[in-house]
């Protein structure tokens, strides 16, 4: 009968080095990506106005501004409320008479965007380019205060 030497066991060695080369190549696999990704993405070109004004700014033509207050009626200008139909021809004959003019439709804050997006569809079949939606800032009154 043989008996078992028993061998004292020692603290294997750790190899970190093909550790490292992976979490090397994992760091340049997001570095890489990270790269790639933080190109701005592309998107609608927006042409925004110089802001000096320049000579053209005393020769604009005033936009023809469309008041949105709920999906059946506006204000074209600072007339009375009117129907689409009635907006749309106004549309039509300002461009008529202005072709290089535009327009503007406001929405209250109370209108769908739905129907902004309706409205603001049927305005651009008979203006084009020249149609656009503006935005007004809130009054200080309606800003609420944390």
Do not use: C, K
Not at 9 to 17: A, K
Not at 69 to 92: F, K, P, T, W
Not at 114 to 128: H, P
């Amino acid at each position: 009968m043989r008996f078992r030497t028993r061998v004292e066991s020692t603290i294997p060695d750790i190899d970190l080095t093909p550790m490292l080369n992976v979490m090397m190549a994992v760091l340049a696999f997001f570095v890489l990506i990270s790269m790639t990704l933080g190109v701005a993405p592309e998107g609608i070109e927006v042409e925004l106005p110089d802001p000096q004004g320049g000579e053209n700014a005393e020769a604009a033509i005033p936009p023809l501004v469309v008041r949105l207050h709920n999906a059946e009626q506006a204000d074209v200008g600072e007339g009375q409320r009117v129907n689409q139909s009635q907006v749309l021809q106004a549309i039509a004959n300002y461009l008529q008479a202005q072709p290089t003019g535009s327009v503007i439709l406001i929405a209250e804050p109370q209108v769908a965007y739905d129907d902004v997006i309706q409205w603001l569809t049927q305005m651009r079949a008979i203006g084009g380019d020249l149609v656009s939606l503006g935005v007004e800032p809130a009054a200080p009154a309606d800003v609420e205060n944390d």
